[in-house]
C-alpha cells in the first residue's frame, strides 16, 4: 500500500510500505477515504534531523472498516468511521472522565508511537478499535466529509481549548492563531455562547473565516502593540479567557499580556519551549491560571458531530485545497509556507 | 508609636516612628491589638538588601477603630476589626467579583506599597477602610483572637489554595508544605469535603497539627522519594489537586511529579522563580492545570468567620508563640530557625 513518510525536515514522501494487517483482537483495519495535514505535522517537518525518521505521518482521517480483531464489537466491516488523533480504550478511569489522552491502556497514545501506521496513507491499522473509533452515519461520498474529519482533531482541539478556558456566555475572549485550530477556537468559543471574541491573525483570508466562524473583532499586530489593541478593545484589561493556539513563546507571551486578572490562558498549540515565566512577575501576581494540553477529542465527537449532521456548523470551511496522496508532498510545503490553511487529502 | 522596621537582611528593630495618622476621607486610624510574623515576611528578612530598606513590616492585624475619615461609614470609632493584607475599596469590578487583591482603585493592593504603614506596630493608618476593614462582632480580649487573626491572611489564604484548585468531595488532595499556610490548606481542604489529604512535611509537631486538622496521610519525604510515596498512596497516579504553600523551585517540581493527568496545582507559596517547565514534559502533556495566587483573603472573610465564632474550627493554632513588639525581632529569628511555626504579637 501507499503511505506518507517523512525522512527529515523538508523531505516528505509517499512511498510504498507494507500493508497494515490486524496485529491484536482489539484492532480493526480501516481503508482511509479521507485524511488531512495537521498545524502540528509542520513542526517534524521543519525540523526533524534525518537520524528520528524515517516516521509514517498522519493522525486525521476517516475510513471504512476492512476487518477487524475477534473481540472489536462496535464497528464492524463495511462500517464509516472517524479515527481521533489519540488512541484510548474508552473503559480506563481517564477516558471514563473524557481524558482520553491519558488512557492508560493505550501502548501509545498518539500516532507517533505506532511507527509503522499513520493516516496520510491507503490504510491504516487502528489499536483498541473498540475505544478509538466512532462510526459515522453517512456515506464516504457525503459532502459533510470535511466537516466530519475535522472531529479527528482540529475542531475537538479548538473545542477542548475553549472548554478547558472554561468560555461561556459570560466571556470574552480572545483567540491567538488563525491557523485551522485558532479558526475552530473560534467556532467553539461562539458555540460556547460567548460575548465577544477577538481573534489575533494576521492572514486575511483565513481571519475573514474567523469572522464567519464568529469572531467579533480581529487584531493583526502582535507583540506589544497586539496586546495594547486587545486591551483597548475590552476596557483596558484583556479578556477572561485566551486560547493559545500557536505554541510558541512569543504566542505565549501575547497571552500573559492580554489576559485579565483571574483569568485564564487554555494552551493547545504544542509547546515550542520547556521553560516560560510564571512568577510574580506574569501569572502568580494577578492570578491568571492555565489550562490545556493535548484534545482527548474522542470525548467531544457525540457532542459535537450532531450540529455537523444537521447543517449547524460547517468547521470544515478550512481545508482550501484537496489532494490525493500524491499530492501530499505539496501539500506539506504549501502549507508551511502558508499558502494553504489545511489540505485535505482524498487517497 | 513604636513599629518594627527592617533594615536589612537579618536586621529587624522596633523603633519609635511618627504617629500614623488620618490622611485621606476615606482612611481609618487603627490601634493595633493583634498582629503577628508572616512567613512571607521571612523571605526579605532572610534577603533583603540594605538599599531597599528600611521598611515597615506587618499585614496581618486586629485592632480597634480609633478614628476614621469622613467619608467612611462602615466602621465606627470604638469597632475591633481585621484587616486583610490585601487593600481594596470593594466596588470596583475586581472586588465585585472577589478578586480584592486586583482592585483598581488602591493606592497599592498590598501593605508594602504603603511604606510609612505596617500592622506589626501599635497603629495602622487603614486606606479604603470600607473596603479594606471588616468588624468582628467580639471584644479584642476575645479567645478566639488567635483564630480571628488568621482571617487577615493565612486562614484566607489556605482556602483560598482550595477554592482555586477546585477541591470538592470527590478530590483527593496533596498539600506541600507544613508552614501556617499549609496547614490552613489542610483544614480547608478538610472544610471543602477532601477525601484524601496528604500532608507532606517534615517537621513533626507541625504535621501533628496537620493531622488534627484533617490530613489522612503525612509524607515526611521530599523530591523523588516523596512523589514515590504520594504516587503510591494514590494507587499510581497522584492526586487531583496539589496545593502548594512554599514557593520554591523544588516545591513547584514536586507537585508536577504528584498531580495526576488532569489534575491542578494551585499556588499559593509566593514564587521564588520567575521561570519554570511548563511544557510537553511537565505541564502539557498531562493537561495539568496552574492556579492560585494572592489571596483575595477579603473576600473569604464573612464566609469563615462563622465557624470560628462558633468553635467549629480553631485555625489559630498555628500560633505557637505569644510575644510584646519587644520580642518580635527574636521571634523573626526563632520563625527563621523553624524554631516557632507562627508568632502572635501584642503590642
Redesign the interface.
Known sequence: MRATVLHAAGDVRIEDVPDSVIKKPTDALVRVTASCICGSDLWPYGSMSPADGPTRMGHEFIGIVEDTGSSVTTVKKGDLVVAPFAISDGTC??CR?G?H??CVHAQANFWDGEPDEGGQAEAVRIPLADGTLVKLPVAADSALMPSLLTLSDVFGTGYHAAV?GGVNERTRVTVIGDGAVGLLAVLSAKRLGAEQIILMGRHKARTDLGREFGATDVVSARGEEGIAQVRELTGG?GTHVVLEAVGTMPAYEQAVGIVR??GIIS?VG??Q??????????????????????A?VRAYIEELMPDILNGTIEPGKVFDVTTDLDGVPAGYQDMADRKSLKVFIKP
Chains 1, 2 share one sequence.
Open positions: 478511569e481517564f472522565e481524558l489522552t491519558s478547558a484589561h486578572p483571574g494552551r504544542v509547546p519551549y520547556e521553560e516560560a515565566p510564571i512568577g510574580m512577575e506574569s501569572l502568580f501576581r494577578p492570578n491568571l491560571r492555565l489550562a490545556g494540553g493535548p482527548p
